[in-house]
T-cell receptor, first 114, second 116 residues
């Protein structure tokens, strides 16, 4: 019940195209859903996050869509650029006073072709 | 911009040896975490630490693991007797004191641990 499932495992998109990554969760107690971007040899970097009381959040070219009833959320990268080539992880956690452990999805390797 | 730092970047050790991985969290953060990522796999939670005690740990974090905040700036992960399967990238993360964002975690660059 703690799992977060992410798809696809890899994605190739042309420069200027839209990258879409999907995640599904089981535990309805999760109430914070971040996306992390990871470049090779680096740590995950917080990209954008959403709480379940909103259905969409946009920051620049990155948008999270959230469907609470379906227990799914997705990351859309608009106007994809070669510099967006990285591995993207969705994650989820139950907000508590302390001990907020992130449960990660399996990751999606995105390659943006020039 | 403040960031989490980790040392060393790469540690090679022999099976059965003790290792200590070091982290300097973002300076005004109060919550600290260790995660690991075995090559090609997902990032896995190990432990969270707040107010000088463990607040949550995973089943991976057994008696061979310990964490410590020895001073006001460092946060360490010790593995007492390393096994081959401990080979992974270990990430430290921290999150801040502001209510409503205390769960937003910022990760360091990681320490690659290789056990031979």
């Amino acid at each position: 019940q703690q799992q977060v499932k992410q798809s696809p495992q890899s994605l190739i998109v042309q420069k200027g195209g839209i990258s879409i990554i999907n995640c599904a969760y089981e535990n309805t107690a999760f109430d914070y859903f971040p996306w992390y971007q990871q470049f090779p040899g680096k740590g995950p970097a917080l990209l954008i996050a959403i709480r379940p009381d909103v259905s969409e959040k946009k920051e620049g070219r990155f948008t999270i869509s959230f469907n609470k009833s379906a227990k799914q959320f997705s990351l859309h990268i608009m106007d994809s650029q070669p510099g967006d080539s990285a591995t993207y992880f969705c994650a989820a956690l139950m907000i508590k006073a302390a001990g907020n452990k992130l449960t990660f999805g399996g990751g999606t390797r995105v390659l943006v072709k020039p | 911009e403040p960031e989490v730092t980790q040392t060393p970047s790469h540690q090679v050790t022999q099976m059965g040896q003790e290792v200590i991985l070091r982290c300097v969290p973002i300076s005004n953060h109060l919550y600290f975490y260790w995660y690991r990522q075995i090559l090609g796999q997902k990032v896995e939670f190990l432990v969270s630490f707040y107010n000088n005690e463990i607040s949550e740990k995973s089943e991976i974090f057994d008696d061979q693991f310990s964490v410590e905040r020895p001073d006001g700036s460092n946060f360490t992960l010790k593995i007492r007797s390393t096994k081959l399967e401990d080979s992974a990238m270990y990430f430290c993360a921290s999150s801040g004191r502001v209510v409503g964002t205390h769960y937003e975690q910022y990760f360091g660059p990681g320490t690659r641990l290789t056990v031979t």
